[in-house]
């Protein structure tokens, strides 16, 4: 993502306390103190200018979003984006949504084992050099670290555009012996539901006409049974 940031963001980032969070690592196993209750946690980690963090906090009032990002100038416009879609409603103030600056290497230090509900993981940088291969979010490195912290519903949601990380992460996610489901090489092949949230990079891509891979993880023991539950009933 090309950023051109402009003097004084961390300033401007400093005033807005409500939805910023400058240094996670203070947050520790602290979210549910942090929103005022404890609702599922969900997190979008690489949230780039949160298009779809904001729409996901404000279609489910009742879970609370973290989006993480490591540049100042993407924190700055999430938050526009945050209080645009906000504004004018009832409530006023985007209670459940927080926006972090942090490094996805150290997440481990932004949230305790089993605090974390969901992870969405939305157009991950491919980084499709193998020699770079470590650096892909749903390289088995992260897959250990979003494992701790997922709890008994835990679930990861992974969308992106590259074909090549899409297979890369399901044979990251098969390794693991992690169960895969609602897998799908072409998430917007009926045309796009307005139900669902888009991201930036999806909304361009799709735009294009290029295929939306897609599939959901379950780790948590009930994010497990859940899943199987349903499928018996299906097949
Ligand atoms: C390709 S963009 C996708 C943005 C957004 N999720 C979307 O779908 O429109 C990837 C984003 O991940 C962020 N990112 C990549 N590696 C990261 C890391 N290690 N820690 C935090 N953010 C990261 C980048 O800054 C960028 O905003």
């Not at 307005?194 to 735009?207: A, D, N």
Request: glycine letters at 8%.
């Amino acid at each position: 993502m090309r950023l051109r940031g402009r003097k004084g963001i961390r300033e401007e980032l400093e005033q807005q306390q409500d939805i910023v969070v400058l240094d996670p690592r203070g947050y520790k196993g602290k979210w549910a103190q942090v929103f005022g209750n404890d609702r599922p946690l969900y997190i979008e980690l690489g949230m780039g200018k949160g298009q779809f963090v904001s729409g996901m906090s404000f279609k489910h009032p009742a879970c609370n979003f973290v989006g993480m990002d490591m540049y100042d100038e993407l924190i700055r416009r999430a938050s526009e984006k945050v209080r645009s879609i906000w504004s004018g409603t009832p409530e006023g103030e985007p209670a459940n949504v927080r926006l972090a600056l942090g490094n996805i290497e150290s997440i481990e230090e932004f949230f305790a084992p089993g605090e974390v509900s969901r992870i969405y993981l939305n157009f991950s940088d491919p980084w499709p050099k193998k020699k770079h291969a470590r650096r892909r979010l749903t390289h088995p490195r992260f897959l250990d670290k979003y494992c701790s912290l997922l709890n008994q519903q835990g679930e990861i949601h992974f969308k992106t555009d590259s074909r090549e990380l899409f297979e890369f992460s399901l044979n990251a996610f098969a390794a693991k012996g992690l169960q895969m489901s609602n897998i799908s090489l072409n998430l917007h092949k009926d045309g796009i539901n307005e139900q669902h949230v888009m991201t930036e990079y999806e909304s361009k891509f799709s735009k294009q006409g290029m295929p939306i891979y897609r599939c959901e993880v379950k780790i948590g023991e009930e994010a497990l049974e859940a899943y199987h539950r349903t499928k018996m009933e299906e097949f």
